[in-house]
C-alpha cells in the first residue's frame, strides 16, 4: 500500500515491494528501528569504517537531498557511531534515513529526530575519530548487497533494496 511520506512523495510497504519484485534484496531482520521515522527511503550513499565515526559525520553534513546513510562497521558492538548530535545533522541536511551495521547511542534522542535509524544494537560507548574508511563502495550487510543509488525502502516490516535505475 502507497502512502504519503515525509521521505518522499509516495512510500510503498517493504512486504509490498517485496511482493512486486521477488529478486529483491531484503537485509536480514537483526536491525531494530531507533529513529523517530519508522518509514523512509531514498537513494543509498555507503560508507565502510571500523569502529570510527569521521567519515560518517563527513557524509551527514554533505546535503542528503533525501538519501539514506548505510554505514557498514562490519557488526561491530565495540561502540558507537551515530548518536543525538550526528542525528540533528542528518536532519539539517536532508537525509531520509541512516542504517547502520553496527551501534548508535544516544536512544532518547534519537527517537525525537525525523529521522529513519536502524541499527544493531545501542552503545555508550563513541568511535574513534580519526577518519578511515570507504565511502561511495559496494556493501554486502545483512545477506545483502547494497551499491550507491540503490533505493532502500525500511519499515516496520523490514529494509528492501531495490537496483539503482539506469
Not at 58 to 82: H, I, Q
Not at 100 to 115: H, Q
Not at 126 to 149: C, F, H, M, N, Q
Amino acid at each position: 500500500m502507497s502512502e504519503v511520506s515525509p521521505s518522499g512523495p509516495a512510500f510503498t510497504a517493504t512486504a509490498d515491494l517485496s511482493d512486486a519484485h521477488p529478486d529483491a534484496a531484503v537485509l536480514a531482520p537483526i536491525f531494530r528501528g531507533y529513529g523517530g521515522r519508522p518509514r523512509f527511503h531514498g537513494p543509498a550513499a555507503t560508507v565502510r569504517v571500523q569502529d570510527d565515526n569521521a567519515l560518517v559525520r563527513a557524509m551527514l553534513e554533505e546535503p542528503g537531498g533525501g538519501r539514506v546513510l548505510v554505514v557498514d562497521n562490519g557488526g561491530s558492538l565495540n561502540c558507537a557511531l551515530v548518536g543525538g548530535i550526528l542525528a540533528q545533522i542528518a536532519v539539517r541536511s536532508g537525509w531520509a534515513g541512516v542504517i547502520v551495521n553496527g551501534c548508535v547511542r544516544d536512544t532518547a534522542e534519537l527517537a525525537d529526530c525525523d529521522l529513519g535509524i536502524r541499527a544493531l544494537a545501542t552503545h555508550p560507548r563513541r568511535s574513534g575519530k580519526r577518519g578511515p574508511g570507504e565511502r561511495d563502495v559496494p556493501l554486502t550487510l545483512a545477506g545483502a548487497t547494497i551499491r550507491p543509488g540503490d533505493q532502500v525502502h525500511a519499515d516496520e516490516d523490514g529494509v528492501v533494496v531495490l537496483p539503482a535505475r539506469h
